[in-house]
């Protein structure tokens, strides 16, 4: 009988490399979620930042299209800003703010306030059909990596649209 005693203990417990290996696996697994976590997390802040730029972008560019353009009104190209023409091309513009993003606080006044640069470049493309370029880049920095990101919208526009 001594020999069945002696197998049944030897088999009842774990060895200490199965146990290293099994917190070494649980570690393995909790190390791909968090990172999962923080990939998802850093995700969406460039997803909403992205989205607040492109939005700006696009406010550029339909500024600029809502300007009055009346080339057969036979003014100069550029007259510029309550004539017949004032959208005058070749220009470029340019604005900086603060990205519309929700932070704590006044955007304006906070220390973390993302800012922005919009530039608009409105060419000309053809005179006979008028047809004019409306070009709006949306300049800002990812905070997590410092990496300078562009939006861009491109409208085309015809004299009275």
């Known amino acids: 009988m001594q020999p069945n005693n002696f197998n049944r203990r030897r088999t ?3 060895a200490l490399g199965e146990v290293l290996i099994a917190f070494g696996l649980l570690a393995l ?3 791909g979620l968090i990172y999962g976590y ?3 997390n850093r995700m969406a802040i460039w997803s909403s930042m992205s989205l607040a730029a492109q939005s700006y972008a696009t ?3 339909e500024q600029a299209r809502a300007a009055v353009w009346d080339p057969r009104n036979n003014v100069p190209v550029t007259n510029g800003p309550g004539t017949a023409d004032e959208l005058t091309a ?3 513009t340019s604005t900086n703010d603060v990205m519309d993003i929700p932070i704590q606080g006044n955007p304006t006044n ?3 306030a993302y800012r922005v640069t919009n530039i608009v470049y409105v060419t000309n493309l053809s005179t006979n059909p008028p047809l004019r370029q409306i070009r709006s880049d949306c300049v800002w920095t990812f905070p997590p ?3 300078l990101e562009t939006n861009t919208v491109i ?3 015809t004299a009275d649209q």
């Open 90 to 92: 070749p220009s470029t």
């Open 12 to 14: 009842g417990g774990y």
């Open 29 to 31: 697994v909790f190390a």
């Open 145 to 147: 990596t410092g990496q």
């Open 155 to 157: 409208l085309l526009r």
């Open 59 to 61: 406010q550029g560019a």
């Open 110 to 112: 906070a220390p973390a």
């Open 38 to 40: 923080t990939q998802t």
